[in-house]
C-alpha cells in the first residue's frame, strides 16, 4: 500500500468516491439570535450538523431526535434506587416513594420532550 508523502494533497490521495451530484452549491440566509440558537439546538440533539438538520426540515426528510443517554441513565439509575428501597422497607415509605414517583414523572416528562419536540 502506498502511503502518500507529509506534503502530499490528500483530496487527490484519498480514495473518496466521486457524486452523481455533488453538493457545490450555497444557500445563506438571515436569522435572529434566538433561531440561530434554537436551529442550532435541535441539529446539536440529532447529532446534525447545521446545514444537514436544515436541509432535512427543509425538503421534508426525517430528522428524529437521537436517544437522550443522559435521561436514560437518569431513569435506570431512579429503578435501581426504587427496589434497593423497597427491598429495605418492604415498601412502607409512603412518603419516599411519593416523592421518588414525582421525580420519575419529571424525567420521563423531560424524555418525551426531547424525543418529541413541538
Given at each position: 500500500?502506498d502511503?502518500?508523502?507529509?506534503?502530499?494533497?490528500?483530496?487527490t490521495t484519498?480514495?473518496?468516491?466521486?457524486?452523481?451530484?455533488?453538493k457545490?452549491?450555497r444557500i445563506?440566509?438571515k436569522?435572529t439570535?434566538?433561531?440561530?440558537?434554537?436551529i442550532?439546538a435541535?441539529?446539536?440533539?440529532?447529532?446534525l450538523?447545521?446545514?444537514e438538520?436544515?436541509?432535512?426540515?427543509?425538503?421534508?426528510?426525517?430528522?428524529?431526535a437521537?436517544?437522550d443517554?443522559?435521561?436514560?441513565?437518569?431513569?435506570?439509575?431512579?429503578?435501581?434506587?426504587l427496589?434497593?428501597?423497597y427491598r429495605?422497607?418492604?415498601?412502607?415509605?409512603?412518603?419516599?416513594?411519593?416523592?421518588?414517583?414525582d421525580?420519575?414523572?419529571?424525567?420521563?416528562?423531560a424524555?418525551?420532550?426531547?424525543?418529541?419536540?413541538?
Amino acid at each position: 500500500m502506498d502511503v502518500p508523502s507529509a506534503d502530499a494533497d490528500v483530496r487527490t490521495t484519498m480514495p473518496f468516491q466521486k457524486s452523481a451530484d455533488p453538493k457545490n452549491e450555497r444557500i445563506s440566509m438571515k436569522v435572529t439570535r434566538g433561531e440561530k440558537a434554537r436551529i442550532e439546538a435541535e441539529a446539536a440533539k440529532r447529532h446534525l450538523t447545521v446545514s444537514e438538520y436544515a436541509l432535512r426540515r427543509t425538503l421534508g426528510k426525517q430528522a428524529p431526535a437521537r436517544y437522550d443517554f443522559e435521561a436514560i441513565d437518569a431513569l435506570r439509575l431512579m429503578a435501581q434506587e426504587l427496589k434497593d428501597h423497597y427491598r429495605t422497607c418492604n415498601g412502607r415509605d409512603e412518603e419516599f416513594l411519593q416523592a421518588f414517583m414525582d421525580r420519575l414523572v419529571l424525567v420521563t416528562n423531560a424524555i418525551w420532550r426531547s424525543a418529541c419536540p413541538s
